[in-house]
């Protein structure tokens, strides 16, 4: 195995020669050489060219008897991030020329290619030098290149490139890809949900940044601060769920489960390269028809973070509530978490394993619960008002905490549920108990914690 070196030195102030051995690939049939800042030429460089013209001299060679096209591109038009998605999709060099600005084809029967050219341009871009094997769509085995880059109107930095970044033309394009972004048939279009699910990963969003706005307007009204901080733990928990479910419902946050053969242990992540077949001029020859339609299972990584953000601030202010001592906070927050990150574990192990990380998940749901119990006596203590609020809040963790468990069977444990159904089952009991906890919170808690200015009971 080859290791890459990448060698930059400039031989004379308006040179800068980049020597590479064994670069990486950069896709499936790619390998990016080099990048080059070339500042604004005017028409007076261009009448002497090999003299005050930028210029890019060319020399790679490859290994064995592979040939190599070289393409030069620069910043305009999107143009690296399509090679990256046509290289990853293993698109033919067809597709990659459209939008090239030259295309050097290699030397009949040779595994070298050479060039040399100069560049113009009324702004400054970025310009990149490619190695593509368009034969055998494999990558460059790239044994050496040479590239010299001759800047007789710059240092050869990159700053003039980076200080105007946001130009008119990529805000333009920025707003262009946005607004296609906001189309019905983008937005409502998840791997391993129907339309049915994404509404309803909205509307729990929806519910949840109105809650959200509400508690913010009553908390700004409010003088007494114990009673304000508890509506500041109600509004905390109400967009922590908005904005979860806003990344769920985009499409973020998820990683995509593709069954593979029979029986229910049979799931792997799906390789976006088998499932895309490309279009009609650029066909992917590694789409396979059978493995894109197989059933698709959607794993929410999000979800996991709303419950771990969730349970420590229900559970911080719950001992608030209680007047609950530091070694017993510590000790349920401890489980809590461990609690979650049992289930992240369940759910993304494909293999029989995720059930372990159940059984775990369910000991310290038990050991949770068990905490939980033991602030009763502390509530008591207060007020009747206090055992009410907390026996609501306990109720909500305790019962949503149980029914998630419960859920996992059938829907991330088998996946005999559908992808909507995960959805829809698990937003429910999200949307309750967080509900449940944030309304107890903000309307129902007398405070007797040392952080909140007490209140009677």
Not at 85 to 112: H, L, M, Q, W
Not at 162 to 181: F, H, P, Y
Not at 346 to 355: C, E, F, I, L, P
Not at 426 to 445: K, M
């Amino acid at each position: 195995m080859h290791m890459p070196s990448y060698k930059r030195s400039n031989p004379t102030p308006q040179t800068t020669l980049l020597e590479l051995r064994w670069p990486l690939c950069a896709g499936k049939h790619t390998s990016i050489l080099g990048s080059f800042c070339v500042p604004p030429t005017t028409p007076e460089m261009e009448k002497k060219p090999k003299t005050m013209l930028p210029r890019l001299s060319i020399d790679v060679a490859a290994a064995g008897e592979q040939e190599l096209t070289i393409f030069l591109l620069n910043d305009e038009d999107d143009s690296m991030t399509r090679l990256k998605r046509d290289s990853f999709e293993n698109k033919s060099c067809s597709s990659i020329a459209e939008y090239a600005e030259v295309v050097v084809p290699p030397t009949p029967g040779s595994n070298k290619v050479s060039t040399s050219r100069s560049l113009t341009g009324s702004q400054a871009h970025m310009w990149f030098v490619v190695a593509v094997d368009c034969k055998t769509r494999v990558c460059p085995n790239v044994t050496s290149a040479n590239i010299t880059f001759f800047h007789p109107n710059s240092d050869g930095s990159r700053e003039v490139c980076t200080s105007d970044a946001i130009s008119l033309e990529v805000m333009r394009a920025a707003m262009v890809e946005g607004w296609q972004a906001l189309s019905i048939r983008n937005v409502l279009n998840i791997s391993g949900v129907t339309p049915l699910g994404v509404v309803v990963l909205y509307l729990i969003f929806s519910l949840a940044t109105i809650a959200s706005i509400l508690l913010a307007v009553k908390s700004k009204g409010e003088a007494d601060l114990s009673k304000r901080e508890l509506l500041h733990a109600a509004f905390y928990l109400s967009t922590i769920l908005a904005i979860c479910y806003l990344t769920m419902a985009t499409g973020n946050g998820l990683a995509v489960l593709r069954k593979v053969g029979s029986g229910s242990s049979k799931w792997a992540y799906s390789n976006a390269v088998m499932a895309t077949p490309g279009d009609h001029k650029h066909p992917n020859p590694f789409y396979d028809e059978a493995y894109a339609r197989a059933r698709t299972y959607p794993f929410f990584y999000a979800r996991q973070v709303e419950w771990l953000l969730t349970s420590w601030i229900s559970l911080h202010f719950l001992s608030d509530v209680v007047g609950a001592p530091p070694a017993s906070r510590q000790a349920v927050l401890f489980c809590a978490t461990l609690r979650v990150l049992c289930d992240f574990a369940a759910t993304s192990v494909t293999g029989g394993a995720r059930w372990v990380f159940w059984v775990l998940e369910c000991l310290f749901l038990l050991a949770c619960i068990l905490e939980l119990n033991a602030f009763k006596h502390l509530a008591m203590r207060r007020s009747k008002h206090v055992t009410s609020s907390y026996q609501r809040i306990r109720h909500a963790l305790c019962g949503g905490w149980a029914t998630q468990a419960v859920l996992w069977i059938p829907c991330a444990g088998t996946k005999g549920f559908s992808g909507d159904a995960d959805v829809v089952l698990y937003g429910l009991v999200d949307a309750a108990s967080v509900g449940i906890v944030a309304v107890t919170l903000a309307f129902g808690a007398h405070v007797h914690g040392v952080s909140l200015r007490s209140s009677s009971g």
